[in-house]
């Protein structure tokens, strides 16, 4: 079932953006000219890798734990390591893991390149890049979490809810944002956090145990009036939507 991606009314940039639509895929693009039909045919072929290996190992699909294939390198291994590091099931990375495969690809045509699914993003750019957490309108963080990132060489911005989005989660994060130079990672990070996130006193424990392993680049993690920011993160307090 679709889901309207309404926060995509909220950004702007002096890039060209489009959007590529496959089957359960949805992407927001965003680069220096059009790059559709570039987009496209990568987003086919990564889409065809992750349905044939599905075919052969259905469980990779259904698990919501750690699974191991015998595919030894690519995107199957990529998100087969990010469910181990953070104990999820592969496609808990999905949605990040193909905006960067997709991403990486069009570099060749754009030296600044976001790529959007479902709200996780990959993004390079000379500049540093703005991003915006909305964690829904019931939070106390309502008007969103404005920050910037040094995205040269490649950043990713992932983020999953217990209550905004169609996303499947065992907690009731308002929103737990995963900042990963691998997508797949990120995602998988932002899905294993924001399940572990049960009430507003979880948020401090679940950022101070980031801070002391290091495992992210960043993590931006709130709950009721709670709220958790740790990393390379710049606040730039504008912190509001363009409605």
Known sequence: ??????????????????RVAVGESDLQIYAEKSLRNEALEILNITRRTLHEHIAVNPVFQRSLTPFTSST???????????????NTGPMASVAGAIAQEVGRSLLKHSKTVVVEN????????????EFLVYPGEESAFSRGISFSLDASNGISVCTSSGKVGPSFSLGKADAVTAIHSCAARADAAATSLANRIREETDVGRIVEEIACKRKLKGIIATCGESIGIWGDIHLTGRGSRNV
Do not use: C, H, N, Q
């Not at 995107?75 to 087969?80: A, F, N």
């Not at 479902?118 to 890049?129: F, H, K, M, R, Y």
């Open 1 to 18: 079932m679709y889901t309207e991606r309404f926060y995509r009314k909220w950004t702007s940039s002096g890039l060209e953006t489009f």
């Open 72 to 86: 030894v390198k690519g995107l199957i291994s990529t998100m087969e390591e990010a469910g181990r590091e953070w």
């Open 118 to 129: 479902g709200g996780d993003v990959w993004a390079t750019s000379p500049e540093p890049l």
